[in-house]
């Protein structure tokens, strides 16, 4: 349980984080919370060279307004993310999804931005950007970029940011009102997601006005239900076409198999879960 | 002169904290890989990612060229090639006993054996080194399946063997005289109940690693361990290791937990001191989480076939249990006598005329299994108490009334049972009574039959178990007639230092149960000190000379038994002694909270100042040896028997699978108690141990003989926040077979709640059609049997369970991006 050997950097800016990864080339890897990256390095699955630790420029970190949008520092810390209040406010799904994270301790030290560059599927932070249409912002040798979240994850732990980048904020249409629920199913509380289904939805006089969902661990990057929202979009808010909508919720889907769950139980758990998440953002008893 | 007052409240039933707590808690304290001794060496073992190949070459040129690295090593390198790590039970006298080698020679027989070991100056060089020796093997079939390596033809383990059946090993109450044929008991038979039940592989997961270090620099060797067994390990490395007795030491400094898991000789104890002794320096050995995991032994892992045979009015009149249990690739220290630990309780409680057992033990080419909390018991519990209510599903019973009707009445203890222990004691009617109170067990039942007839998507299940256990391990006598190759006594010695202070000597070896607070209170009300007067001393083999350490619940049973006996010792030497300080006969005296006075007087001595006496001995009585201090070893004429009611109602989500523990009530019996804090400890413990079985871990294989439940991501141990509120209490009928009454605590809890929580997870989904889950009862396999038995199901032979992980910290490969 211990890494192979390695240099470190701990850059104070994003330029000089930029500049340390440009001159280590491939096998540099970012260190941010360390939540998933010190475990690879310890078990050996990981070897590279040299760790860039992004934990000592402050600008990576707090959330901020922005108008239309809230501002995410990259190296904002799970607790942060579920203790702000403009979060809270504005995209309550994140926080509500970012609680279910592990423990405390890793909550105290994982970060939003680490857990979406990480790309896991499992990862609870994915379907939520997803869901909020969320834009990456990365910053690399070549300038910055904006990445809308549907763009962002592009397969197995792997994200549009590129080796010489850092994802630098993420930026959260406000959706102020809306309700929201994020529904997990997990062996024990530490585990990864088996299944698990981000909901957001606004209603209107009873009716669903908008309404956005989204799938983690339903494929190799997170899943976007398109088929469920516009099942649930213009219609009343209950129980019956909340169901319905919810049958669509295994469409476009690509499960994996694993100890935990085969492909036709992830797409039941995908239906059950979805009625369930999206009952609760509406403000229905599951 | 002390100015030690006499102590006035008892200390025996006192809710103390524990006063090791502290540093063990705050790792303030020496556990073995904390230890550091001038120039040590670090060793770390080349494992073989194979389950079963031939050794083809070793390469260790890269390694030895890495900076830091001293050697490295195979078994023949090590002379260790003719070297057999122990097994201390030949449970038959034709059973078939592979060599085990603390390193494999030529072939590696499951997946994590020890290849090689590399020596460097440093902990982080080994690792790079153990990565780059190079292994080359040819592969072999693996063999997995129990039944198929039992079967004609089949890949044998260890060919020269010439069989993977490790032994037969049979109780049969006709032979034996204890009961009736219970085939004919079959025959007879109103009604034959027939099931199959597995017990899964369990990983004991001892919160600290196993951990060794040798120190070959003196006249005695020392081994520091983090065992449960210093006593068992010094016999045995002499034994094999060609090391006199007298020239080893061993120490089991501060032990994170065991749980049986550390009741072992490990090939690493033996390779860290092969290794020691050729590089005449310091070696440390210290395995990671997943070393553990992988090749510490496992638990468990048997194939139950279970036979009831009873009266159509509910009298049991026959049980016959068949089982086929997986010893892995070796024998180790206790390996094949596991199962019969437990051919004394399937019978439990219950009044069966006629009964028998037989397991078949076989060879694999997994990890060795050994001991694990309860060992044995566990198994025979969950079988008997799931059987019970699979008889009483089949003849529309309450499984409540059922056990009830054939349990034995507190009136007839003592009782012999048909597997031929004699129960001493206990109160089965008074357990169930106030574990029923404390439930609500009619009210519960009343929901359960609203939730059947509204057809909730969520059903509620009532689980019983009504156990027994044998505890306090074990009259040497029926060790001896167990094949077993050591006795079941304990020692203690009480040394009475010269300020009044009281230090107990102890050969049982605590790793977390709280011996050092619960001997103090015993030996401090028996001699009447203060608790803080007594200094509990343990676990190193120059201090406490004799023992036979802790596991199977014996430490208070016989272990504080045999402290208790000491101490009495101390008082009758100090009797003698007070009558000369007082000038009165000895029958003159009483001796009360410390105190010894002569009758009807307010004169007399403390036992300070009778030990003051002891250690001037300038007046001392004529002829007498001028000492208090006292030795006593204790040997157990029987095991004592906990018992207890666990109920556990659960809550099955249909639409999911997900079990929800709503509500679980033990009352156990554990005799009597010296420390309640402590004893629901070990409860709760035990409790989320028994769970975890029922619902949780699982030790899994993958069809190449890989662990894929090699991380604590997949082999997934409960946490607190996983488990439910637990409501308990207790009933206490003493034991008769010690003068403490105790009876032990330390696997109770284990024992009881898992079949409960099965048993309640069945009694959700039986209206449905469900009449049996392999254990862990995992979301998608309750779901899967209520598909099934709704017949909504698709084939589920459509879906092959691949063991690859999903998404998580295991499906990450070397690519694996991580910012």
């Not at chain 1, 070897?47 to 904002?76: F, H, Q, Y």
């Not at chain 2, 030790?699 to 604590?712: R, W």
Request: glycine residues 10%; proline residues 5%; charged residues 20%.
């Amino acid at each position: 349980m211990i890494p192979s050997a390695f240099d470190y950097v701990a850059p104070t800016t994003v330029d000089e984080a930029i500049q340390a990864l440009s001159q280590a080339g491939d096998d540099a890897k970012i260190l941010a919370g360390g939540q998933s990256l010190v475990p690879v390095l310890r078990l050996r699955l990981a070897a590279p060279t040299m760790l860039v630790d992004l934990n000592k420029i402050s600008e990576l970190r707090g959330v901020r307004d922005d108008g239309n949008v809230i501002v995410v520092g990259a190296m904002t810390t799970h607790h942060d993310v579920i203790n702000d209040p403009l979060i809270r406010e504005h995209a309550a799904l994140l926080a509500l999804a970012t609680q279910t994270i592990g423990d405390p301790q890793i909550r105290h030290r994982g970060t939003l931005g680490g857990a979406l560059v990480h790309a896991d599927p499992a990862g609870d932070l994915l379907a939520p950007a997803v869901a909020l249409d969320a834009e990456m912002v990365i910053v690399g040798p070549g300038g910055r970029r904006t990445v809308p979240a549907s763009e962002f994850f592009v397969d197995l732990f792997t994200t549009a940011v590129q080796p010489d980048e850092v994802l630098i904020e993420i930026r959260i249409p406000k959706k102020t009102g809306w309700g929201a629920h994020y529904e997990k199913f997990q062996r024990v509380a530490q585990a990864w997601s088996i299944v698990a289904v981000a909901a957001a939805v606004r209603t209107e006089g009873g009716s669903i006005a908008e309404a956005r969902v989204a799938l983690t661990n339903m494929a190799a990057t997170p899943v976007h239900a398109t088929g469920v929202e516009q099942a649930l979009v213009g219609q009343p808010a209950t129980a019956e076409t909340i169901r319905a909508a919810a049958e669509h919720a295994a469409e476009g889907t690509s499960p994996m198999s694993d100890g935990n769950a085969d492909p036709d139980y992830r797409e039941h758990l995908a239906r059950v879960l979805t009625q369930r998440a999206v009952a609760s953002a509406a403000g229905l008893a599951a | 002169m002390t100015a030690t007052t006499q102590p006035t409240e008892r200390e025996l039933g006192r809710a103390r904290r524990r006063k090791e707590d502290a540093r063990l808690i705050t790792g303030r304290t020496r556990w073995t890989d904390n230890i550091s001794l001038p120039g040590m060496l670090y060793m770390a073992v080349v494992r073989s990612p194979l389950a079963h190949a031939k050794i083809t070459g070793i390469n260790t040129d890269a390694a030895k060229a890495l900076p830091g690295v001293l050697g490295v090593f195979t078994a023949a390198d090590l002379g260790a090639e003719g070297i057999s790590l122990p097994c201390a039970w030949q449970i038959t006298p034709d059973m078939k006993s592979p060599k085990a080698p603390p390193l494999a020679v030529d072939t590696v027989h499951f997946a994590g054996e020890g290849v090689a070991v590399v020596v460097t100056r440093d902990a982080a060089s080994a690792e790079d080194a153990v990565e780059a020796v190079q292994v080359e093997y040819d592969p072999l079939e693996p063999v997995l399946d129990m039944e198929a390596a039992l079967a004609d033809g089949a890949t044998l383990v260890h060919p020269d063997l010439g069989t993977n059946r490790n032994a037969l090993w049979v109780f049969d109450s006709a032979e034996a005289g204890s009961g009736g044929d219970v085939e004919q008991a079959i025959r007879d038979a109103e009604i034959v109940v027939k099931r199959r039940f597995r017990q899964q592989r369990l990983i004991p997961a001892f919160m600290e690693p196993r951990s060794v270090v040798v120190d070959p620099t003196g006249e005695q060797l020392t081994m520091w361990s983090a065992t449960q067994v210093p006593h068992i390990l010094k016999t045995m490395a002499s034994l094999t290791l060609g090391m006199p007795e007298h020239k080893v030491r061993v120490i089991a400094p501060d032990v994170g937990g065991g749980f049986g898991g550390k009741l072992q000789v490990t090939p690493e104890e033996a390779l860290a001191l092969l290794v020691a002794r050729r590089m005449g320096k310091p070696v440390k050995w210290t395995e990671t989480r997943s070393e553990s995991l992988l090749a510490a032994h496992h638990g468990r892992d048997q194939i139950q076939d279970i036979t009831i045979a009873a009266r159509r009015d509910g009298t049991v009149t026959g049980l016959k249990v068949e089982l086929i249990a997986d010893m892995g690739a070796y024998l180790r220290l206790v390996t094949p006598g596991i199962p019969i630990l437990g051919a004394f309780m399937f019978n439990s409680i219950y009044k069966f005329p006629a009964y028998r057992f037989a397991s078949t033990n076989v060879f694999t080419t997994k990890t060795p299994t050994d001991a694990y909390r309860g060992a044995g018991r566990p198994e025979a519990t969950f079988a008997i108490e799931r059987i019970m209510d699979e008889l009483a599903a089949e003849l529309g019973r309450d499984p409540m009334e059922l056990r009830e009707q054939n349990w034995i009445k507190h009136e007839e203890f003592p009782f012999t049972t048909v597997a031929g222990l004699t129960y001493d004691s206990g109160n089965y009617e008074a357990a169930t009574a106030k574990a029923r109170e404390l439930f609500d067990y009619d009210g519960l039942r009343a929901e359960q039959r609203r939730r059947r007839e509204a057809d909730d998507p969520v059903q509620l299940g009532i689980g019983i178990s009504t156990y027994t256990e044998m505890c306090g391990l074990a009259p040497s006598r029926v060790l001896g007639a167990l094949s077993y190759g050591a006795g079941g006594w304990e020692h203690a010695s009480i040394r009475m230092l010269a300020s009044g202070k009281v230090e107990v000597v102890t050969g049982v070896s605590p790793h977390g149960q709280g011996h050092e607070t619960a001997w103090s209170q015993i030996i401090a009300d028996r001699l009447g000190v203060p608790f803080e007067d007594v200094e509990v001393l343990h676990g190193d083999t120059q201090i406490s000379s004799k023992g036979l350490d802790t596991y199977g619940s014996r430490s208070l049973a016989v272990g504080g038994v045999a402290a208790v006996k000491a101490a009495d010792k101390v008082i009758e030497k100090a009797r003698k002694v007070a009558a000369h300080m007082l000038e009165c006969s000895e029958a003159d005296l009483d001796f009360i909270q410390g105190k010894f006075t002569i009758k009807g007087t307010n004169r007399g001595v403390t036992i300070q100042e009778v030990t003051l006496a002891a250690f001037t001995s300038h007046n001392f009585p004529e002829g007498m040896e001028p000492s208090l201090d006292s030795d006593y070893t204790f040997d157990p004429e029987n095991f004592s028997f906990p018992h207890g009611t666990h109920l556990c109602a659960a809550e099955v989500d249909t639409e999911t699978g997900w079990v929800t523990i709503q509500q679980y009530v033990c009352v156990d019996d554990v005799g009597t108690v010296v420390n309640p804090l402590i004893v629901e400890g070990q409860v709760q413990g035990g409790l989320a141990q028994g769970i975890a079985q029922a619902l949780f871990e699982e030790a899994i294989y993958d069809e190449g003989g890989n662990l894929v439940t090699g991380t604590l991501a997949d082999y997934l141990v409960p946490s607190a926040a996983d488990l439910p509120h637990f409501t308990t209490d207790r009933t206490e009928t003493p034991a008769t077979t010690n003068p403490l009454g105790v009876k032990g605590v330390g696997e109770a809890g284990t024992i009881a709640s898992t079949p409960a929580v099965v048993n309640a997870v069945l009694d959700a989904v039986r209206h449905l059609g469900v009449t049996n889950i392999d254990m862990p009862c995992a979301p998608q396999r309750v779901w899967r049997a209520v598909q099934a038995a709704r017949g909504a199901a698709k084939s589920t032979s459509e879906h092959t369970t691949e063991t690859a992980a999903g998404g998580g910290l295991g499906s990450i490969d070397a690519q694996g991006g991580t910012q």
